[in-house]
């Protein structure tokens, strides 16, 4: 049984940022961790690359050769499967370079930003299926960068997209609130960490105009059906850690909630990371530690 995180979310929401703290807090706490980069047009990396999807296909060649834009261009490399006539098949490149990694290893994919890859376009949801078929417990980071709580119709959009995410990829899903460092009011992070439905519909019939209520209290319910979701998916697939992580949260809030991340604080990352692996049953005889582990302490 291998173990994965698919780090998604919205361009420049901290995604491979996140993956090199991980990196270097793995390499502090001597824990083996392997970095992918899914990014056909990344250029630069803070980490050590395991895999690099860039052997497969770059993103500049695509554009200059087939004279697409850099949307286009992307949305191409990533679907390379579904074109026939080329060599190169994201598949096969995956399988190979899976065969180098042994059973316990845990990999983390530093995914692009374009909202469509996990919105409606099938390619992350095809490589899901791959991990899976090589028994690898797969769980969803969404990383949505905390600019996003300054208004909440920007709020609300992250969240949507967030739960486009789930229902398109069915898997475990922890959502994380990126860059807290640039957060000044820290009292109003309460509000959107663990929303509550009410206040939220409030903010928005006040910052909309009056004929958008009906609208606004049908986003709201969804939401919360976002939550309950989360929770069959986590049902279905028999992972009960993630069932364990998610219940309490629904008796209190019935919302899609978040975990903060602080890049600045060690013990930030460790309480995320220790969240993530619950919801993929790794490291079960870690349990005891993590239960104990208080997000406060260290910091
Ligand atoms: N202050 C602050 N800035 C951050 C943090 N994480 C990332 N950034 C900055 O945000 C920008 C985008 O970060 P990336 O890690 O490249 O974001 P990404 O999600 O990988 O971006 P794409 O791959 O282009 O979608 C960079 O300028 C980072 O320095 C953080 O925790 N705090
Ligand atoms: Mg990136």
Redesign the pocket.
């Known amino acids: 049984m291998g173990y994965a995180q698919l780090v998604i ?10 993956c090199s703290s991980l990196a270097q807090h793995c390499e502090t706490i001597g824990r083996s961790i392997n970095i992918v980069n899914l ?1 056909p ?2 250029e630069n990396f803070n980490y050590p690359v395991a895999m690099d999807i860039r052997e497969l296909i770059s993103l500049e060649d695509v554009m200059e050769e087939l004279g697409l834009g850099p949307n286009g261009g992307l949305i191409y490399c990533m679907d390379l499967n579904y074109h026939m006539h080329l060599e190169e098949n994201l598949d096969e490149w995956l399988t190979e370079e899976l065969d180098n990694y042994l059973d316990d290893d845990y990999l983390v994919f ?1 995914c ?2 374009q909202i469509e890859l996990f919105s409606h376009v099938p390619v992350l949801k095809n490589f899901v299926e791959h991990l899976k078929r090589k028994n690898f417990n797969v769980c969803v980071v969404y ?1 949505l ?1 905390s600019q996003f709580i300054t208004d909440v119709t920007k709020f609300i959009s992250g969240c949507m997209a967030s739960l486009s995410a789930m229902v398109q990829l069915e898997l475990p899903h922890v959502n994380v609130l ?5 957060v000044r009011n820290k009292r109003d992070i309460e509000n959107y960490l663990n929303p509550e439905p009410q206040t939220l519909l409030a903010e928005l019939n006040q910052r909309m105009a009056p004929q958008f209520g009906k609208l606004n209290k049908s986003l709201i319910e969804l939401m919360l059906l976002g939550k309950y979701l989360l929770l069959f998916l986590a049902m279905c697939m028999d992972f009960r850690n993630s069932f364990r992580i998610l219940w309490p949260q629904v008796d209190q809030y019935s919302m899609v909630s978040f975990f903060p ?3 600045r604080k060690e013990s930030s990352i460790q309480y995320i990371l220790s969240q993530i692996d619950m919801s993929i049953q790794y490291g079960e005889d870690a349990d005891v530690k993590i239960k104990d582990f208080d997000p406060e302490d260290g910091d």
């Open positions: 979310g919205p361009a420049g929401s901290g995604k491979s940022t996140y990014d047009a990344a530093d692009p930003g990383l960068d990126s860059k807290m460092d640039l991340l602080d890049l």
